[in-house]
């Protein structure tokens, strides 16, 4: 006779066997999204002939080209999340507006702690640690104001600064350095490019009178104007001991420090077991102080904010700055609970930051900027490898080798006129017209010259990435005939990229 622990003994090497047939037919699917679709935008098709009336009437300048006429993939920004999910809807609706201390800031308060570590509580309410703005530039410009009237000549080195946090930096007379890595610079294949050259800071500190103008030290993660590449584990800390061995606070410019956090897990050695949260807040251990814009990583429309850590270096350095960021908040932005946003915006933005952690959408999120990449690859557009987390840039200088276009033609602007224009997809230059300069009546040119395809999040389907690779591969195989722009308006104007007009050579 059979006994009862005989019964389930078999039932449990039954389902050990069962779910052994199950693994075996298991296969990879890499590319099937971990969410599905809720609410979706309906499109209609724009005839070129509008589109391209539309973009005569912008000056050619994709920034002042009306959205509702892109009826391909809009990829000019992946910053203002386009698509949020129903849980940050159901936030919205509970959204709580009182004007002071409404729920939504200590929801924000709790998970910013939750996502980054308990050494980011503050338990002392006479020295907040939570400065929220309406979005990262205007975060970035009351740091910069406070920090610029703390001494002369100052210089913030970076491993690369984004264009609105260099202007803010030169808008209050302080330096903007780009220590990008050597990687980078040399086109070299490498899992880090976005590393700051740690040779070259040490260099800037080891003059003593220098020293003294550092009043910060920034790592962007990822490196977005480094072609969105990402910053080691080890590149962090190496930085921070080296930042707090001269007693100088080192600050993150976190906008994706989650696409950042998975690639650590993905090519750096040690972290594979480790867990995205875990890996977070080990990331951000070795930091005083972060500036973000909520609008990338944290999945959320609006928002931006700084974030002291208590007891960190910035907050025992300068703790008289305190009080200045809350009146510069008071004075632009509004009470220091919801800093320009709403109540409902800091919800939705709490429950944006508890899910961007997620290796699954993560795995899916920086698969997608590969796949999107890889098409373009296969068909010999020279884009900048390995893939960053949220776009893929074309080396605009090897695009257009051996076309005879000089520089000053801008082929990168021309080229982006002609994708919206001729296939409504919308990317933008980040190369020798964004990040160049006219000085003296000359021009002067960056070191990276990109056109930026940015994937905004949970918007495109994969299908929708490759009609539009499909357009930039048929530009590229018709490259010859692409011809530059002429500057009409701007050229000699600051942040000049959002505001410049072109008309196209003929
Ligand atoms: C790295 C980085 N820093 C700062 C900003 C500025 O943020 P915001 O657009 O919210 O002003 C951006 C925006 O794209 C960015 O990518």
């Known amino acids: 006779m059979r006994g009862k622990g005989f019964g389930k003994e078999k039932r449990r090497t039954d389902m050990r066997r069962e779910r052994e047939i199950f693994r075996r037919f298991q296969e990879e699917t890499g590319n099937r999204r971990p969410y599905r679709n809720a609410i979706v935008r309906m499109r209609k098709s724009v005839p070129t002939r509008v589109r391209v009336k539309a973009l005569r009437q912008a000056g050619l300048n994709v920034f002042l080209y009306p959205a509702a006429r892109v009826d391909g993939c809009d990829l000019l920004s992946d910053s203002g999340t386009g698509a949020m999910t129903t849980a940050q809807w159901a936030e919205l609706i509970e959204g709580d507006e009182s004007y002071g201390s409404n729920e939504g800031y200590f929801l924000l308060r709790e998970q910013l702690v939750r996502t980054f570590g308990e050494a980011w509580r503050q338990k002392d309410p006479r020295r907040p640690n939570l400065f929220i703005f309406h979005q990262g530039r205007a975060a970035e410009h009351a740091l910069f104001t406070i920090i610029g009237k703390t001494g002369n000549n100052l210089i913030i080195p970076s491993n690369g600064h984004f264009d609105t946090t260099g202007a803010n930096i030169e808008a209050n007379a302080i330096t903007a350095v780009n220590l990008f890595s050597k990687e980078l610079k040399q086109r070299r294949d490498h899992p880090f490019k976005g590393d700051m050259d740690v040779g070259r800071l040490r260099t800037l500190l080891s003059e003593k009178k220098q020293k003294k103008q550092i009043p910060l030290v920034f790592l962007t993660i990822t490196n977005n104007t480094g072609g969105g590449q990402p910053v080691s584990m080890a590149n962090i800390r190496q930085v921070s001991r080296i930042s707090h061995r001269n007693d100088i ?97 800091l919800k939705a933005l709490a429950r944006g930051i508890a899910t961007i952690t997620d290796e699954g959408y993560l795995a899916h999120r920086v698969g997608q900027v590969a796949r999107f990449g890889e098409r373009l690859q296969r068909a010999g557009v020279p884009v900048l490898t390995p893939f960053g987390g949220h776009a893929v840039y074309l080396d605009m200088n090897r695009f257009f080798e051996g076309t005879g276009l000089a ?80 500057v009409t308006y701007g050229r000699d104007k600051t942040l000049r990229h959002f505001k410049a007009q072109f008309r196209l050579r003929t």
């Open 407 to 486: 520089r000053e033609d801008y082929p990168g602007i021309a080229f982006t006129a002609l994708l919206l224009g001729s296939y409504g997809h919308r990317l933008c230059e980040l190369g020798d017209f964004a990040f160049g300069r006219e000085k003296d009546g000359k021009q002067e040119f960056p070191e990276v010259n990109y056109v930026r395809a940015a994937i905004p999040r949970l918007v495109y389907e994969d299908q929708d990435l490759a009609a539009c690779a499909d357009a930039i591969i048929s530009l590229y195989r018709r490259r010859e005939k692409i011809p530059g722009v002429v």
């Open 249 to 345: 606070p080192l600050f993150f410019d976190a906008c994706r420090f989650a696409e950042n956090a998975y690639f650590i897990k993905q090519r750096e050695r040690g972290y594979a077991k480790k867990s995205i949260p875990a890996i977070v807040r080990e990331m951000f251990s070795h930091v005083d102080g972060f500036t973000v814009s909520w609008k990338k990583d944290g999945l959320s429309n609006m928002g931006g904010s700084i974030v002291l850590r208590p007891g960190g270096l910035f907050m025992k350095r300068y703790p008289e700055l305190l009080e200045q960021i809350t009146d510069h908040q008071i004075l632009t932005e509004g009470h220091p609970t919801y800093g320009g946003l709403t109540g409902r915006d």
